[in-house]
T-cell receptor
């Protein structure tokens, strides 16, 4: 019973490059949340998606960031033209439906921008 | 605004009991969660409170008072492996399901 999977676990990008982070939710889960954790900071909500729909993107910067969760395949968080301030751990969590209390977290992708 | 406060760091001794407090101010309330996060790892779910009172699960218990905007996580019979950050999170009534997290409390368990 695989948990939430994220890849890559570590990603290094130079300033100006694109970063693509992938998240496969737990089996049977159709709701995905992305959070960002800066050093010494709490987890901050970015975006909430269901299959083929963005439900809430209120925590995601309007520029350079986008997210999708296609009918087939993993959810993807894309950061274009990365800057040093994008260096953080990006976690994805999944739940079976909006009413389910728990969210199950993946191991995270640690993005380093050089 | 939305605010969740918890102590930054705590230290306790192996075998002892420790209480980690959390106060919150959110626009509405739809549940409070505690997660454990070891350094460099994913947060793992510990407990969920939506009604006032104490929820017990093995060595861990969590308490909620909605009128006071207050919760605590109680860890008994501390073990070295309990050294981790403990994250308090709230689901506000207006949220679409996302959680609002505090900055976490880093607990160090000493022999």
């Amino acid at each position: 019973n695989a948990g939430v999977m994220q890849n890559p676990r570590h990603l290094v990008r130079r300033r100006g490059q694109e970063a693509r982070l992938r998240c496969s939710p737990m089996k049977g889960h159709s709701h995905v949340y992305w959070y960002r954790q800066l050093p010494e900071e709490g987890l901050k909500f970015m975006v909430y998606l269901q299959k083929e729909n963005i439900i809430d993107e209120s925590g995601m910067p309007k520029e350079r960031f986008s997210a999708e969760f296609p009918k087939e395949g993993p959810s993807i968080l894309r950061i274009q033209q990365v800057v040093r301030g994008d260096s953080a751990a990006y976690f994805c969590a999944s739940s079976p439906d909006r009413g389910a209390p728990e969210q199950y977290f993946g191991p995270g992708t640690r993005l380093t921008v050089t | 605004g939305q605010n969740i406060d918890q102590p930054t760091e705590m230290t306790a001794t192996e075998g002892a009991i420790v209480q980690i407090n959390c106060t919150y101010q959110t626009s509405g309330f739809n549940g409070l969660f505690w997660y454990q996060q070891h350094a460099g790892e994913a947060p793992t779910f510990l407990s969920y409170n939506v009604l006032d009172g104490l929820e017990e699960k093995g060595r861990f218990s969590s308490f909620l008072s909605r009128s006071k905007g207050y919760s605590y996580l109680l860890l008994k019979e501390l073990q070295m492996k309990d050294s981790a950050s403990y994250l308090c999170a709230v689901k506000s009534r207006g949220s679409q399901g996302n959680l609002i997290f505090g900055k976490g409390t880093k607990l160090s368990v000493k022999p």
